[in-house]
C-alpha cells in the first residue's frame, strides 16, 4: 500500500468510524445510561467485529458475495430488519436508573462484535474498505494490515460517543428524561438505516 493510498483509507476510517450510525447511536445510549467504565467491552466488541468482518471479506467472503450478489442485500435487509426490532426495544424499555437498573445491562464484548454482522453500515465499511483499498488479489498480510488498521481508527473515534454519553448522564438524572432520551436514540437509530438506501458497492 503507497503512502496516498495509506492515507486516503485512514481519512475513509476515521470519516466512517465518527460519523453518525447503529454502533455510535447505540454507544452514546449505553455511555448516559450506563456510564464510561460499563460501556468499554461494547465500545471494544464494535472495533473487533469489526476488524474480524474485514478479514472475512478479504479472506472469501467477498469473493462468495461477488458470486451471488443478492446475498448482500439479503444481509443488509435481515440487518436492518434487526435494527428496527431494536430501536423498539429501546424506545419500549424501561428507563434505568442513574446508578442502573437490576435488570439492565450494557453490551457485552462478544454482543458487540456479534452485532456488526448485521449492521448494515458496518458491511458497507468492510466491503469499501477492502475493494476500494486492497489489491484485487490481497495478500494476507495486506489484508491484516488493512483490518488492523481499520480497528485502530474506530476505537478512539467511536469512544467519543461513548464519552459524549457519560458527560450527559448528571443532566438526564431522572427516569422521564431517560425516557425522552431513549426514545430519541431509537428514532435515530431508525434514521441511521440510511445506507440502506444507497447502492450496494462491489465486492472483491
Not at 31 to 42: A, I, Q, Y
Not at 67 to 87: D, E, K, T, W
Not at 177 to 204: D, I, K, T
Amino acid at each position: 500500500m503507497t503512502i496516498q493510498l495509506l492515507l486516503a483509507f485512514i481519512t475513509f476510517a476515521f470519516v466512517m468510524s465518527v460519523t453518525p450510525g447503529p454502533n455510535n447511536m447505540m454507544l452514546l445510549a449505553s455511555g448516559v445510561n450506563f456510564g464510561l467504565r460499563r460501556s468499554l467491552p461494547h465500545l471494544l466488541g464494535i472495533s473487533l467485529g469489526l476488524m474480524l468482518m474485514v478479514c472475512a471479506m478479504g479472506f472469501g467472503l467477498g469473493q462468495l458475495l461477488k458470486l451471488y450478489p443478492p446475498l448482500f442485500n439479503i444481509l443488509r435487509y435481515v440487518g436492518g430488519a434487526y435494527l428496527l426490532y431494536l430501536s423498539w426495544r429501546i424506545a419500549t424499555a424501561a428507563a434505568p436508573q442513574v446508578d442502573g437498573a437490576a435488570d439492565a445491562k450494557p453490551f457485552g464484548l462478544l454482543q458487540a462484535a456479534a452485532f456488526q454482522w448485521v449492521n448494515p453500515k458496518a458491511w458497507i465499511m468492510a466491503v469499501a474498505a477492502i475493494t476500494t483499498y486492497a489489491p484485487a488479489q490481497p495478500l494476507w498480510h495486506q489484508v491484516l494490515l488493512i483490518a488492523g488498521l481499520f480497528a485502530l481508527i474506530n476505537y478512539p473515534t467511536c469512544s467519543i460517543w461513548v464519552l459524549a454519553g457519560s458527560l450527559l448522564r448528571r443532566t438526564l438524572n431522572n427516569p422521564r428524561r431517560r425516557r425522552q432520551f431513549n426514545a430519541a436514540m431509537a428514532a435515530l437509530l431508525v434514521l441511521s438505516l440510511y445506507p440502506l438506501l444507497l447502492p450496494a458497492p462491489g465486492v472483491v
